[in-house]
Every structure is written in C-alpha cells, then in structure tokens.
C-alpha cells in the first residue's frame, strides 16, 4: 500500500482467496484492504497515538440516515457526553479532495451537528471549526489534540 502523509504504524494483515485484509482493532475484526481502509485505519491510530483521542469516543462507519437513505460516516468522535464532536471523512490517496467531497460531509453535518470536520486522503488533511453563530466553516492549521469537555 502507498505510504501516506502520516506517521507509519504497524498493522496486523493476512491473505485470504481473494484480498488482503487488514484487522480493525476498534471492530475487532478482518476488512479487505482498500486503499480507503489504508487511510481510515491510519487516521484511527494517528487520532488516537498521536492526538490522544479515547478509543471509547471513536466510532467507524456509524450509520445515519439522510433523505431516507443510508449513508456511514468514515469516523465519528463523540464528546464526552456523548455528542458528535469531529466527523472525518476518508477517501483514497488517488482521489482529490474536492468540493464534493466538502459538501459530502457537511450534509453528514447537517444531521450530526459536530464541532469539526477533517477531510483526508490520506496525503492531504483539511480540518475546519464550524461557527454556529455565523454558519460558516473557518479551516484549521492542525487536527486538534483530545481535550475532556
């Protein structure tokens, strides 16, 4: 797999028929290695070694329903009560992040009301702060370090 812009962690991988799979220690269980699941799995364990989230607030893949379908956030943080905090949307290092891809996750937004929004292929990392008061979205230097609420 491609290396990516952040740090390098070591992941347990085995081969079955067909794929690669790669263990999701939050799920607690083998997924076929996708490029997107590179980046995902990369981005949980960079939250969490590097940015000192819980593994206790992290949610991957968490279902919501917009317009009477389903849809998955890629990664959902929740606050210590319990909130939305910071949705990520994740996408292969060959896809560019573009308006779509912003407009994706704030409709996720628009359900979950977090604070934070991080759009990432895994090369390129985009954070912004929503400012209710404003309605408007100011974008982050950095991914922001875990603060108990």
């Avoid at 797999?1 to 028929?17: A, D, G, I, V």
């Avoid at 980046?39 to 819980?54: A, G, N, S, T």
């Avoid at 779509?100 to 934070?116: E, G, P, S, V, W």
Wanted: aromatic share 10%; hydrophobic share 35%; glycine share 2%.
């Amino acid at each position: 797999m491609q290396q990516l812009n952040l740090p390098t962690y070591s992941f347990r991988l085995k081969n079955s028929e067909k794929h690669t799979l790669i263990f999701d220690e939050l799920r607690k269980k083998y997924l076929v290695l996708t490029p997107e699941e590179w980046v995902r799995q990369h981005f949980v364990r960079f939250l969490i070694d590097e940015k000192k989230y819980p593994v206790s607030l992290i949610a991957i893949e968490k279902q919501l329903i917009i317009n009477n379908r389903k849809k998955r956030t890629d990664i959902l943080i929740f606050s210590s009560q319990g909130t939305p905090n910071i949705i990520v949307e994740c996408k292969a290092p060959s896809v560019k992040i573009t308006q779509d891809t912003f407009d994706q996750i704030a409709r996720y937004n628009l359900k979950l009301n977090a604070n934070f929004l991080i759009v990432t292929n895994g090369l390129e990392h985009y954070t912004c702060i929503l400012d209710k008061e404003n309605e408007t979205y100011m974008f982050l230097r950095d991914i922001p370090v875990y603060e108990k609420q």
